[in-house]
């Protein structure tokens, strides 16, 4: 258990998460769109591949899902105390889990219903890339998980809200809303459980979380033709993850009562890390 934090602590994140979000403001793909009004045709065609393009990310979820399996298993591997914690951790995992999935098929759904792709076409497309293999290697300490998906939720955020701005489709603004209040909720559950690791192992934190930084690789950037498709997208909405630093930074400034070296000098690097150029200007 050394390298968690507790089981209780850990609960109330799990509990904080759960209550979040009210029955009633519940969605789904198959009743909360109108997919009948949904028109590809208001789309230009680096918006059209932005939508196959985060469709293709949104989609990888069992391989995000595998990962968190494979790290905090709920099975005879783990002695009892560490069960305990890690089926905390699993009230969260199948919930996000059957967002992200939401996420997927409500996109799929979109790209459908729009008139941009047949279903067959688009599932075997998607296969291809669901195929290919997610990785966090090299992870050694819990916390490199939640801040991995703290700085990956609000980028997917952030994306969200920026490709939302230009689109006229009201189906894909509304879509898009969805999903980007989704996202901004699962961040919020990450930053909530890296602060907990920071309260509790504090400076032995810094050097985790500065690993995540230096060799931070969006998911599927490993996946053939993604910087051409990434570069091609770019002028629609940037998708850098660099974007979430700010927040990460706020969240472990606002974490430690008090600034020591250690985390001082992992902010100062978290901040070196941001793209400083932006492509297509302020915002
Ligand atoms: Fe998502
Ligand atoms: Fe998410």
Redesign the pocket.
Known sequence: MSDLISTDDLAQAVDTFLAALPPQRRWDAEHSLDWAAADADHLTDGQRSAVEFVTVIEDHLPGYFDIYHRRFPVDASVDPAVFAHHRELYHFTVR?AA??DT?ARALARYQRSSGMRQRAELRTDLAGYGRQPFRLDGYTHPVQFFTYALVQ?KA?QIYYRQLRADITDPVLDDLLTKLAR??AR?FTFFADVVTRYLRVHGDAMAAPIRDVVADFRMPLADIRGYWRWALRIADVARYDHTDAYEHLIAVVDRAVDHRTDPIDELLRFVESCRTVTTIGGPR
Request: hydrophobic share 10%; net charge negative; aromatic share 12%.
């Open positions: 996000w967002e992200e996420h939720e997917t989704d996202e699962h």
